[in-house]
């Protein structure tokens, strides 16, 4: 095997994992409040087009509007625990909420055009899409936001895959740093820091997607978003919570377009294959499943109170599953008017373009032509809107005892922060939240090291050769290997990245409930799917990489792999369905708020694997009442 060149990074006060928004959040915080710190920025791809706003963004869907007498963090905490099904952690959200305007007008400043509604330009406020989604011209959203990062930082490494966190050789439970290779050289990278802030993405292609053979790219959340920012903190030991809050959500058939422009500005609505109102028929079932308090249709019509997303999407699955299916986005009536018809175009062209070139190449011209919609398969992401993430303290004004830890968004390892998709409980924080959620994690992770926490890290050069040695084994697996195939591809001695990715989806679609079992499991299928789980494991330990490229596939399996099981783990452990739609228990079909109005919590241990399971008191900080 090729000795790959050991690039040491030493003395590092910040270390920020992963450059999406939450990472270029911490990176561009961490020098307002460390003017002396060294600050590192270690990313898989590169800073100007990565993360999940990479291809472009037409709505900021995180805005409170304080200063225009919108909205305030009160009212968003309420609209996020509604939707939730009451599964959030508030003391979070409100910090995020009280912040996200700044972190908005930031990116005005930085150049990002955010529309201005020609109805209150005396003003200067945005033009809204919805309660909390401002429009913006955002095909350049992430260059822009990486740039301010980067004039932060000391320096970015760009394409490096950030496989381990490191370990503190010195002092148990405390993280000193990542190590990882270049995907475009393959040299080994080590990072030494005091503190460390996973701003990764969260898990895309852990279900089956129902874009499968040469489509198999075309998912809804970002593809290269592998369950790193799960994978590396699972694997560190930090505690998990809500893991079994995936999203299950409505798009535009097989270009996964998103649907909440058209809804909020085209003002479209959807209809059953036979031109019928489907939605409100399946409101008494849902109401038996998960109670009034959850689903007050009548309160919806009079306050313009939200109906959980969950429980919107379950009735879409129950009309299919009724045979009267395909859902429909009716928008041959919006787009008679020109102007919502360029705007229904560019919402594709400047964020999916793969929606619109789909629409051409198929002969689908929404104007005379209702689209279809499905559900996409399910992902596991807790910046957008769902809960699941680490288990990280909030700050020290808001959060309860059992929330608080010393330091904000720090997770139960010391000197591991996180942000964006690493933070468990924080759901609607979006691009702007994650941005926000860095810039606090930043703060807090300077406190930290000025409070001198991160002080006499040691990291032992075993620990470093360890790592090295297992990062490449996959390498050293498929030249050994390659060798006893006598045709094809197939060997005895090994499996490629992409079989084993097929083979986890496969288990966590049939087993987890995924979309070909109309995301139905039970007790049973998750004993068993964990049962597989646990080979698969065995079985990753003859991956094998044909090359550089290869290895950080092998890598991301990894990661999903470790996301996905913690996801199985959570998925039994919450004996109800909280969330009709993104899931289904089927021996335990209703919301259960006597026995399981709690967080979940889980622990992995480092050394043996063992998962331990625990309930976490559901505090309501904000009251029901606007």
Not at 433 to 451: M, N, P, Q, V
């Amino acid at each position: 095997m090729k000795a790959y060149k050991t690039i040491v990074e030493d003395n590092i006060d910040i270390l920020v994992v992963g450059a999406g928004l939450g990472g270029t959040g911490a990176a561009y915080e961490a020098r307002y409040w460390g003017q002396d710190k060294k600050i590192i920025i270690a990313e898989k791809a590169n800073i100007n087009r990565s993360g999940a706003v990479a291809q472009g963004l037409y709505a900021i869907n995180c805005y409170m509007g304080t200063r225009f007498g919108e909205n305030n963090p009160e009212d968003h905490v309420r609209y996020a625990r509604i939707d939730l099904m009451g599964m959030v952690r508030e003391d979070l959200l409100f910090d995020m909420a009280r912040h996200v305007d700044s972190a908005v007008h930031k990116f005005e400043e930085w150049g990002l055009p955010l529309m201005k509604d020609p109805k209150r330009e005396d003003i200067g406020a945005y033009m809204r899409e919805g309660k909390w989604q401002i429009m913006i011209h955002g095909e350049s959203y992430k260059p822009i936001v990486a740039e301010a990062a980067t004039k932060q930082a000391d320096k970015v490494y760009n394409r490096i895959m950030v496989t381990h966190l490191l370990m503190d050789d010195g002092k148990d439970n405390r993280v000193a740093g990542c190590v990882g290779f270049n995907v475009r050289t393959g040299n080994y990278h080590v990072f030494k820091s005091k503190a460390t802030i996973v701003g990764a993405g969260g898990a895309s292609n852990i279900f089956k997607p129902r874009s499968v053979g040469e489509g198999a790219g075309r998912v809804w959340y970002a593809p290269w978003s592998s369950g790193s920012a799960y994978g590396l903190m699972i694997e560190a030991g930090a505690k998990m919570t809500q893991m079994e809050n995936r999203i299950v959500l409505a798009r535009f058939k097989d270009g996964y377009g998103p649907v909440g422009a058209y809804f909020l500005h085209l003002k479209t609505y959807t209809q059953n294959a036979y031109g019928d109102e489907y939605e409100s028929n399946w409101f008494p079932q849902l109401e038996e499943m998960v109670g009034k308090r959850y689903l007050d249709t009548a309160a919806s019509h009079v306050t313009a109170r939200p109906i959980p997303t969950c429980l919107r999407t379950s009735a879409i699955i129950s009309e299919n599953n009724a045979g009267r299916g395909p859902i429909h986005m009716v928008t041959m009536e919006a787009f008679q008017d020109p102007h919502l018809e360029e705007v229904g175009w560019e919402n594709f062209l400047g964020m999916t373009v793969g929606q619109a070139v789909l629409w051409a190449a198929t002969d689908i011209d929404p104007k005379y032509i209702n689209p279809e919609l499905t559900t996409s398969e399910p992902y596991v992401m807790g910046s957008h809107a769902t809960g699941c993430g680490a288990w990280c303290s909030g700050p020290e004004d808001l959060s309860p005892e059992e929330y608080f830890w010393g330091y904000n968004r720090m997770t139960s390892v010391e000197g591991l922060f996180g942000a964006g998709d690493a933070v468990g409980g924080t759901p609607h924080a979006f691009s702007s939240g994650s941005f926000t959620e860095g810039r606090l994690a930043a703060k807090a992770a300077c406190k930290y090291i000025d409070d001198g926490k991160g002080e006499g890290i040691v990291v032992s050069d075993k620990q470093i050769a360890d790592r090295k040695a297992q990062i490449y084994q996959p390498l050293e697996t498929y030249r050994i290997g390659r060798n006893e195939i006598v045709a094809g591809t197939v060997s005895p001695s090994y499996i490629l990245p992409m079989p084993g990715l097929q083979r986890l989806q496969k288990i966590m679609d049939e087993y987890c409930g995924g979309v070909t079992v109309s995301y139905m499991t039970n007790d049973k299928l998750l004993n068993m799917g964990m049962q597989k789980m646990a080979v698969m494991e065995e079985d990753l330990d003859k991956l094998g990489a044909e090359d550089i490229h290869q290895l950080m596939r092998a890598w991301e399996l990894k990661h999903r792999h470790r996301t996905s099981e913690c996801v199985f783990q959570h998925t039994f452990f919450r004996k109800e369905t909280r969330w009709p739609g993104y899931y289904y228990r089927g021996d335990a079909m209703k919301l259960d708020d006597e026995n399981w109005h709690v967080l979940t919590v889980s622990h992995r241990d480092r050394t043996t694997g063992e998962y331990t399971m625990q309930k976490a008191p559901c505090y309501h900080l904000v009251n029901d009442e606007e």
